[in-house]
């Protein structure tokens, strides 16, 4: 059964799905939960406490749905591309469900929204492609990859997911009409970068 605070940001996120969050309002927040509004004051402190929370809880809500993917491709049987392509099926999924998810990602929240930014992680192979949420997904895919698959290398394997988030970020910008193609483009990428036998091709020398 869901907590008071859980119904409190189910009701808020439900809000924000509707208006901007600069037009939602305590009180019908409060209502829609069945609770007072002083209950909802009591729990968050203010409007902003609530949307840190929100923006926790979906941050948090995405990250796991990262793990959840690529750990069920994984126990398929999938390769490295699969696996990944599976956490970029995911996260396509959740940008259209969440605008929070959808802003932390691409870096633009929409006037008056909170932004759904975790903290960044403090271990990994995270490269700084982007936001603290871009960060995370990065660290949890490359090392996804590492563990569930010793035979790569893992500088490869943090080149090849940074390369293949950044185009999953495109398709969360501009959406393509199938998820699947993306998909299986997004395997394929990640097969084809670690294909090098020594990884990626050496940079060109500066003038």
Known sequence: MPTV???LMDAAFAALGE???EAVRMAEVAAAAGVSRQTLYNEFSSKDGLARALARR???AFLAGVDRAMAAARRRGADAGECFAAAAGW???AARRSPLIRSALTGSPPPGQ????????????GAGTGTPLVDAVHT???DALVRGYPRLRPEDVGWACEAALRLTLSYVIAPAADDRESCLRIAQLIRSLLSWPAGPPARPAGP
């Open 140 to 142: 949890r895919t490359a």
């Open 5 to 7: 605070r859980d119904a």
């Open 58 to 60: 979906e941050g948090d």
């Open 19 to 21: 208006r901007p969050w």
């Open 114 to 125: 909170p932004s759904a930014e975790p903290p960044r992680p403090h271990t990994g192979t």
């Open 91 to 93: 996260t396509l999924r």
